[in-house]
C-alpha cells in the first residue's frame, strides 16, 4: 500500500518544528528514523495532513554526557548510541539490550527517542529508560517540560506527549560505582519484538527489574532487599500481578514462566561482575 497524501515539512530548527505541531496538532506527525512511521503510514494506519522531518537537525543528533545523566538528542540513531565510545561504561544495561532492538540496518536509521515515543510495550529501549528512572524533554510553543518515565510511558503506543509538543531529547541516569545491570530477553527471532524482555539492576542490597511485553508498558518493580531464597516467590507474585494476555506470539502461562526463569537469570547475573547480554 501507499501512505495517503500528506504535505511535508523539513524543519530547519526546533522552533519550525515545534510552530508546526502548534498549528496543526492531532493532524501532525514527527519523522525522525521512520522505521516505526512509515510502515503505520503505508498501511494508512495513520493519516497525517502534515510530515515533520527533524532528522536532519544538528543540534538533535548529539550525545552529551551530562555529568550523572546521558542526554540523547531526538536525531541520534539507535546506530550512534551503540556506536558511542563511553557507552558501554555510561549505560552498561542500554549496551546490552541495544544488539537485540531490530536489526543493523534499522538501527542505522530507527532513533532512540522515536522508539521511547512509539511506546511498544516490547521493546528494549522504552524498558531501559523505565529501568534507569530516566525523562523525555518535551517542547513546545508553551514552553518546556521533562516527564519522568513513569509518567511518561502510559500504555501501549500512549505517552503523556501531547500532539503539539516534540520530544526534543531522552536523559537517562549513568551508573553508578558499585551498580550493576543484565538484560535477557525472548524473541522467536532476531530482530523480531520481545515476548518477554527483562532488565535488572543491583545497587547494594536494592534489586530494581524492569519487564516488558506483559503489561501494556514496561512495569518495574523494586525490593529494598532480596535474600536468594526469596528471589523464585518474589518473582512468581510478580508474574501474577503483570497479567499477560494470549496472542500469535505466546500464551499468558508462557509469559508468566519467561518472567520467572529470565528474571532469575537476570538478577542472579547482577550478583556477579558486568552485564547479561
Known amino acids: 500500500m501507499k501512505p495517503a497524501p500528506f504535505d511535508y515539512v523539513r524543519a530547519d530548527s526546533v522552533e519550525e518544528a515545534v510552530s508546526v505541531l502548534a498549528e496543526h496538532g492531532d493532524e501532525a506527525r514527527v519523522l525522525a528514523g ?82 521511547i515515543c512509539h511506546a511498544d510495550p516490547s521493546s528494549e529501549l522504552p524498558l531501559c529508560l523505565a529501568l534507569l528512572g530516566g525523562e523525555v524533554e518535551l517542547h513546545s510553543a508553551h514552553g518546556v517540560r521533562t516527564v519522568p518515565a513513569d509518567e511518561f510511558q502510559r500504555g501501549v503506543l500512549t505517552t503523556a506527549k501531547e500532539p503539539d509538543e516534540l520530544a526534543v531529547r531522552a536523559r537517562l541516569p549513568k551508573a553508578q560505582d558499585g551498580e550493576r545491570f543484565a538484560f535477557l530477553e525472548f524473541q522467536h ?6 515476548v518477554v524482555a527483562v532488565a535488572a539492576k543491583r545497587s547494594g542490597d536494592s534489586v530494581s527489574l524492569a519487564v516488558g511485553g506483559v503489561a501494556d508498558r514496561p512495569e518495574v518493580c523494586r525490593w529494598d532487599t532480596l535474600p536468594g531464597d526469596a528471589v523464585e516467590d518474589a518473582l512468581n507474585d510478580l508474574a501474577w500481578t503483570l497479567g499477560g494476555g494470549d496472542d500469535i506470539h505466546a500464551t499468558a502461562r508462557h509469559r508468566r514462566q519467561l518472567v520467572r526463569h529470565l528474571g532469575k537469570r537476570a538478577i542472579d547475573a547482577t550478583a556477579a561482575d558486568g552485564a547479561g547480554a
Request: negative net charge.
Open 34 to 115: 521512520g522505521q516505526s512511521l512509515m510502515p503505520m503510514l503505508n498501511m494508512r494506519l495513520v493519516r497525517p495532513e502534515v510530515l515533520v522531518d527533524i532528522g536532519g537537525l544538528p543540534e538533535l543528533a548529539h550525545i552529551e554526557d551530562e555529568g550523572d545523566t546521558v542526554a540523547v538528542g531526538a536525531a541520534v540513531t539507535q546506530g550512534d548510541l551503540a556506536d558511542w565510545p563511553e557507552l558501554g561504561t555510561a549505560l552498561p544495561v542500554v549496551a546490552a539490550a541495544l544488539p537485540h532492538v531490530g536489526h543493523f540496518q534499522t538501527r542505522n536509521r530507527g532513533t532512540v527517542c522515536g522508539s
Open 189 to 194: 527471532r532476531h530482530g523480531d519484538f520481545a
